[in-house]
């Protein structure tokens, strides 16, 4: 199985404080890595840095092989350029917490927006829209705005958004955690189908039953570090760490 992200020596700061520490993670092609850890462990940064929403201080991003962000100048990296990084960016969906769907834009327009800025013939992306919408249950919402959509159907919409240009990964930012309770079942769902369509898939999540459902291997990081890393069985029902063990006991409490 080819590897599709390879983090090497992440590290980043902001200011005194660290919030990657040298993380090397590495994720194979076609599976699903869950992402555990407490809040301020810098899971959400590890995911923005992958794809280049966040500089490393030091360290680097591959996809597939090819540099994310950055090129090789001589002996140290060196910033791409914005058209460049865009253009990378497209290869790897995000599915964001809150979102972060365009409000002055119909759901359809939505989901359009990045296609059609990448060179897709207008027609064809709606076309490929509307099947994306069907996909997420949402079919019949393609002309209604964002603050008509309760928001598990936000995130649903938000999710087609990102499978719109085809991505090779898709990071999920907890995408359930900006959810009412009710309506985390609706979005859990369809990440499930998209983890049994064979698309590299790295969720951050505190949903500890669906990770043990859905997940290839679960990762749990505490203060910018990866603390403990295995198969859902290895690290949620018999954690080695014992920081990974506190951290369970008071989130299945």
């Known amino acids: 199985m080819s590897q599709a992200i390879a983090v090497h020596n992440a590290t980043k700061s902001y200011g005194d404080k660290t919030v990657l ?5 590495s994720v194979e092609a076609g599976t699903v890595t869950v992402i555990l850890g407490p809040s301020g462990s810098g899971k959400s940064t590890l995911l923005r840095a992958i794809n280049h929403l966040e500089k490393l201080d030091e ?14 100048k001589g002996t140290r990296l060196k910033e791409l350029r914005p058209k460049d990084i865009l253009r990378q960016r497209a290869k790897i969906g995000f599915v964001f917490q809150n979102f972060n769907l365009f409000p002055h834009l119909t759901i359809l327009e939505n989901v359009t927006e990045a296609p059609i ?5 207008a027609a064809e992306a709606r076309e490929n ?6 996909r997420v249950g949402l079919s019949e919402k393609e002309a209604d705005y964002p603050r008509q959509l309760s ?4 995130q649903r919409v938000a999710i087609a958004r990102a499978l719109a240009l085809d991505p090779d990964v898709i990071l999920f930012d907890e995408p359930t955690s900006a959810l009412d309770p009710e309506l985390v079942g609706e979005v859990l769902a369809v990440i499930r189908t998209l983890a049994g369509s064979g698309k590299t898939l790295i969720v951050v999540t505190h949903e500890i039953g669906f990770a043990r459902e859905v997940a290839d291997r679960v990762v749990f990081m505490d203060e910018g570090a990866i603390i403990e890393e295995g198969t859902p069985d290895q690290v949620l029902t018999r954690p080695a760490h014992p920081r990974t063990q506190d951290f369970l006991s008071k989130v299945l409490a």
């Open 59 to 72: 360290g680097f991003v591959s996809l597939n092989g090819e540099l994310i962000g950055v090129r090789v």
């Open 151 to 154: 928001g598990g159907q936000q």
């Open 129 to 134: 829209a509307r099947a994306l919408l069907a």
């Open 117 to 121: 800025s990448h060179g897709v013939k």
């Open 21 to 25: 520490r040298g993380v090397d993670f």
